[in-house]
């Protein structure tokens, strides 16, 4: 079974740092494309970034300059960090398995939630 | 790509049929998925390529379109299948719609 458990989530002040993790078990990691989607609180879903097999990364304009999306196929694991941090990056964080370096997302891990408060 | 979902909420009789409606601001071909989300729960795929349902989507939930225009159709309404329903394009980078939330 295909497992994505996100984890590093909590309170940070505006323009502080975080980093996120996302271990995944149950396929094959270094195979595919894994990306983040953030959800703010009682809003839709916004794609923020995807790492692709070979390591490429791709950014959502809002997000670019402030994030660096990696991965450690020796670990299974998925990072995000996140610097610059703004009130309106607060929301929950799902990492995601993608087939494709461009494509649907399938499965979401649960997500962890980040909060950026003074 | 913006993507814009009609309506904003349907509400709709269980055992009845429920279309949901999403548009894109220009082309994406049939890079097109749908996803459903209930409260306090990941997304979950449900169509991907337009029209393919994903593993374990029951064949009430269908999807069809191409280009700019699509349709995510639910055929007969179960309790579980009240929920927001996110369409996502991935031709140029990703875009989700603002969401569909489907009420009884």
């Known amino acids: 079974e295909v497992q994505l458990v996100e984890s590093g989530g909590g309170l940070v002040q505006p323009g502080g740092s975080l980093r996120l993790s996302c271990a995944a078990s149950?396929?094959?990691?270094?195979?595919?494309?894994m990306g983040w989607v953030r959800q703010a609180p009682g809003k839709g879903l916004e794609w923020v970034s995807t790492?692709?097999?070979?390591?490429?990364?791709y950014y959502a304009d809002s997000v670019k300059g402030r994030f660096t999306i990696s991965r450690d196929n020796s670990k299974n694991t998925l990072y995000v960090q996140m610097s610059s941090l703004r009130a309106e990056d607060t929301a929950v964080y799902y990492c995601a398995k993608s087939l494709l370096n461009h494509g649907w997302f399938d499965p979401w891990g649960q997500g962890t939630l980040v909060t950026v408060s003074s | 790509i913006l993507m814009t979902q009609s309506p904003a909420t349907l509400s709709v009789s269980p055992g009845k049929r429920a279309t949901l409606s999403c548009r894109a601001s220009?082309?994406?071909?049939?890079?097109l998925a749908w996803y459903q989300q209930k409260p306090g729960q990941a997304p979950r795929l449900l169509i991907y390529?337009?029209?393919t349902r994903a593993t374990g989507i029951p064949a009430s939930f269908s999807g069809s379109g191409s280009g700019t225009e699509f349709t995510l159709t639910i055929s007969s309404l179960q309790s579980e299948d009240f929920a927001v329903y996110y369409c996502q394009q991935y031709y140029i980078g990703h875009t989700f719609g603002q969401g569909t939330k489907l009420e009884i």
């Open positions: 790492i692709t097999v070979d390591g490429g990364t």
């Open positions: 390529g337009a029209s």
């Open positions: 220009q082309g994406v071909n049939y890079n």
């Open positions: 149950g396929f094959t990691f270094s195979n595919y494309a």
